[in-house]
């Protein structure tokens, strides 16, 4: 199947600095991504929906000034944690399908520890 | 928007036993229902998927059903195995231009050996 990769699968930082994440579609063209934050033993939580060339759609509630999104090419999404807190800290996790091929399943990254101390 | 209801929250069988999980949408337009396993510390896989022309879908020990009229959908696992212990998603999608799935909060199964 499809590869996703997420970077880095793990990050620590220190409260007020910005931390990237990375989410790569390997061998397919993703024009839309999808970017989640999990809490323990709780389900996949849509942050926003990110869209290659354009802004990046943002769910009720999710900061759009806090977690920067770009989506700058087919095979690449960033998040940016910005000035993180530790409430911040959580699992955070990408997804992406295929372009041109709608609704199918979803590969997901293999998601990234936030530990803001 | 789509709203996705699954239940139980946590399963507890004993190895051999058949599990079932169960979804329920709301939107009627919603036509792809995937489901996902997550083991700890782990991205969630696709383990099986149903479209909405198709009533039932089996593979090995896993089977899903469709009740479009009643909007609910199952996930059967049948000959339960220690290695099935995960958590299990289920989801729905609205075909289209943009396909955005919609997550049920998730299954957290046990299988005792």
């Known amino acids: 199947g499809a590869v996703v990769s997420q970077h880095p699968s793990w990050v620590i930082c220190k409260s007020g600095t910005s931390v990237k994440i990375e989410c790569r579609s390997l061998?397919?063209?993703?024009?839309?991504m999808f970017w989640y934050r999990q809490f323990p033993k709780q389900s996949l939580m849509l942050m926003a929906t990110?869209?290659?060339?354009?802004?990046?759609?943002?769910e009720q509630g999710v900061e759009k000034d806090k977690f920067l999104i770009n989506h700058a090419s087919l095979t690449l999404s960033t998040l940016t944690v910005t000035s993180a807190h530790p409430e911040d800290s959580s699992f955070y996790i990408c997804s992406a399908s295929h372009t041109g091929i709608p609704n199918t399943e979803a590969f997901f990254g293999q998601g990234t520890r936030l530990t803001v101390v | 928007g789509e709203n996705v209801e699954q239940h139980p929250s946590t399963l507890s069988v004993q190895e051999g036993d058949s599990a079932v999980i169960k979804c329920t949408y709301s939107d009627s337009a919603s036509n792809y229902f995937p489901w996902y396993k997550q083991e700890l510390g782990k991205r969630p896989q696709l383990i099986i998927d149903i479209r909405s022309n198709v009533g039932e879908k089996k593979d090995q020990r896993i089977a899903v059903t469709l009740n479009k009229t009643a909007k609910h959908f199952s996930l059967h696992i049948t000959e339960t195995q220690p290695e099935d212990s995960a958590v299990y998603f289920c989801?729905?999608?609205?075909?289209?231009?943009?396909?955005?799935?919609?997550f049920g909060r998730g299954t957290s199964l046990i299988v005792h050996p």
């Open positions: 061998d397919f063209q993703a024009t839309t």
């Open positions: 989801a729905a999608s609205i075909g289209g231009g943009s396909y955005i799935p919609t």
């Open positions: 990110s869209n290659e060339g354009s802004k990046a759609t943002y």
